[in-house]
């Protein structure tokens, strides 16, 4: 079922930080670039990297492995060798908590 769930203090993911945070069988990678908060999958379709050990280039993460490039706000592949989308899931600031919101 779909639903938000809430994740860690909002201050604990300041700007320039990241965190991995498992939900149901989801890793999920929390970006925080200059107080926008993103969250993706942290497995790299191409041959499963984990994306948290990467590189942000403004609103772009790169796979430590190989350098695919994906865009933290949609997942879109943008540069090979993946091929594929990473999963993106919105999220919300409530009562000073960090929520994700998970489609089920
Ligand atoms: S595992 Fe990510 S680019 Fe190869």
């Not at 969250?39 to 041959?47: G, I, L, R, S």
């Not at 280039?57 to 993946?82: K, M, N, Q, S, Y």
């Amino acid at each position: 079922m779909d639903s938000w769930h809430d994740l860690c203090a909002v201050n604990d993911l300041p700007p320039g930080n990241r965190m991995v945070i498992p939900v149901g069988n989801i890793s999920l990678l929390l970006i925080n670039v200059n107080g926008e908060i993103f969250a993706v999958e942290n497995v790299c379709p191409h041959d499963g990297g984990e994306l948290n050990e990467g590189s942000v280039e403004g609103t772009d993460v790169i796979c430590p492995r190989h350098g695919a490039r994906f865009c933290l706000r949609t997942g879109e592949v943008l540069a090979p060798p993946a091929t594929e989308d990473i999963d993106s899931f919105p999220t919300r600031v409530n009562a000073s908590r960090l929520e994700v919101f998970i489609p089920g």
